[in-house]
């Protein structure tokens, strides 16, 4: 869930001033950010482009478990005492990234009520966020899993309007994110093509049709 700041503040603007403590970094697509088991020593404002979030377990097995997208702020792990990454974030596309030293962020929430406001407000769309993603884990489907993922990456339903073209993402991470095989959504993908809910112009065209299969149980849904 992208974070929609009040009209009147300017991530990017309150966190150029910050001076020491911050800097401005730029990424090619595929390229880390951290690494899990990492110190975390900062939070990260993404200022454009996507990033994907992936964690591995012990027997060596990724989840992707989010994709964030410009705006959203991620690494806050750090300021409620985590003090090594449990995740990787890697640019899904080109990026510049703002990062943020911890004890610069800290003060800026003390002495900047405005951000503050706005910080608070990206933690609780994260907490909502998360919530959804679980109760869709433990009660949908995995045609219903893919084709909500689609469209929040398309940004459907979020301030600013839709995207309905979304960056080039492979089989295998989508089957990650909704936690199935890529067969499966090989599977989806070509009925969903089929029926006119997507298609193919230089990424993954989403098209608002595709809310039907959220919306509605279909005779072919995988249970």
């Known amino acids: 869930m992208t974070i929609r700041h009040p009209?009147?503040?300017?991530?990017?603007?309150?966190?150029?001033r910050i001076g020491e403590g911050q800097r401005i970094e730029r990424y090619q697509s595929d390229q880390t950010v951290f690494v899990?088991?990492?110190v975390a020593d900062a939070v990260f404002y993404l200022q454009s482009g996507k990033v994907k979030v992936s964690v591995v377990s012990a027997q060596g097995?990724?989840?992707?478990?989010?994709?964030?997208?410009?705006?959203?702020?991620?690494?806050?792990?750090?300021?409620?005492?985590?003090?090594l990454r449990i995740s990787t974030v890697t640019t899904m596309t080109d990026a510049v990234i703002v990062r943020l030293e911890k004890p610069a962020?800290?003060?800026?929430?003390?002495?900047?009520p405005e951000f503050s406001e706005a910080f608070i407000a990206h933690l609780?769309?994260?907490?909502?966020?998360?919530?959804?993603?679980?109760?869709?884990?433990?009660?949908?489907?995995?045609?219903?899993?893919?084709?909500?993922t689609l469209l929040l990456l398309a940004n459907f339903g979020q301030e600013g309007g839709p995207e309905p073209v979304i960056a080039k993402i492979s089989q295998e991470t989508l089957a990650q994110m909704i936690g199935t095989t890529r067969s499966r959504v090989s599977f989806f993908m070509n009925r969903f093509r089929e029926l006119g809910f997507i298609s193919y112009n230089g990424g993954i065209e989403i098209h608002s049709s595709l809310l039907n299969?959220?919306?509605?149980?279909?005779?072919?849904?995988?249970?």
């Open 7 to 16: 009209p009147s503040f300017e991530a990017a603007s309150v966190l150029s």
């Open 36 to 38: 899990q088991g990492e």
């Open 61 to 83: 097995k990724e989840a992707v478990v989010a994709m964030l997208g410009k705006e959203e702020f991620f690494g806050e792990g750090c300021l409620a005492g985590q003090a």
């Open 105 to 112: 962020i800290v003060r800026l929430i003390r002495e900047q």
């Open 124 to 148: 609780l769309s994260r907490a909502i966020r998360v919530e959804a993603d679980l109760v869709d884990q433990l009660f949908n489907s995995s045609e219903k899993r893919l084709a909500r």
């Open 213 to 223: 299969v959220v919306l509605h149980d279909h005779p072919w849904i995988d249970p």
